[in-house]
T-cell receptor, first 115, second 114 residues
Framework: NAGVTQTPKFQVLKTGQSMTLQCAQDMNHEYMSWYRQDPGMGLRLIHYSVGAGITDQGEVPNGYNVSRSTTEDFPLRLLSAAPSQTSVYFC??????????????FGPGTRLLVL | AQSVTQPDIHITVSEGASLELRCNYSYGATPYLFWYVQSPGQGLQLLLK????DTLVQGIKGFEAEFKRSQSSFNLRKPSVHWSDAAEYFC????????????WGLGTSLAVNP
């Protein structure tokens, strides 16, 4: 059981470049989400998905796209990178439904620097 | 509005001392509450959670938390801190009315002096 995996671990981009952050889980979780973590701002939800084919916006969705074609994968796309997107990105997954099942499992994070 | 507040941005304790990290929530009904820990350079890991029942919940690594409805609090405690407990601690909440999104506190950074 690998849990939640994220690739890459580190990435440097130039302003205007695009890239995809990968996230995969092998726990058959319906719910997946992307957060960004910035100093003094805690965790902010970018996008989330409650199942394959269903996505929705979080608090800070601008500049990011997601899709959920399978239960396992939830990639995050930066369309045109900006320095304001320099951050640490975390993917998380959980079961949906009953509150008792809603423990979120986090990936190790992707550190992104946009120059 | 629903919110989670962690009043202490940074706390320093000596190894072996007791620890209490504060978490206050704002929500009209009973929330579902969590404490997560983030070690340096790592993702977040669940310490413990409260959904209902006994208001004192036990978690991993010797941590416990107590839900106090009258004070809208869910404080995290540990009787004797170890150097390896140095980390960032996050309190989070979701409610039955909006169980798709966790509401997060901004975190408390814990430093442990030898």
């Amino acid at each position: 059981n690998a849990g939640v995996t994220q690739t890459p671990k580190f990435q440097v981009l130039k302003t205007g470049q695009s890239m995809t952050l990968q996230c995969a889980q092998d726990m058959n979780h319906e719910y997946m989400s992307w957060y960004r973590q910035d100093p003094g701002m805690g965790l902010r939800l970018i996008h989330y998905s409650v199942g394959a084919g269903i996505t929705d916006q979080g608090e800070v969705p601008n500049g990011y796209n997601v899709s959920r074609s399978t239960t396992e994968d939830f990639p995050l796309r930066l369309l045109s990178a900006a320095p304001s997107q320099t951050s640490v990105y975390f993917c998380a997954s959980s079961y949906s439904g009953l509150a008792s099942l809603r423990t979120q499992y986090f990936g190790p994070g992707t550190r992104l620097l946009v120059l | 509005a629903q919110s989670v507040t962690q009043p202490d941005i940074h706390i320093t304790v000596s190894e072996g001392a007791s620890l209490e990290l504060r978490c206050n929530y704002s929500y009209g009904a009973t929330p579902y509450l969590f404490w997560y820990v983030q070690s340096p350079g790592q993702g977040l890991q669940l310490l413990l959670k409260y959904f209902s029942g006994d208001t004192l919940v036990q978690g991993i690594k010797g941590f416990e938390a107590e839900f106090k409805r009258s004070q809208s609090s869910f404080n995290l405690r540990k009787p004797s801190v170890h150097w390896s407990d140095a980390a960032e601690y996050f309190c989070a909440m979701f409610n039955a009315g909006n169980n798709r999104k966790l509401i997060w506190g901004l975190g408390t950074s814990l430093a442990v002096n030898p």
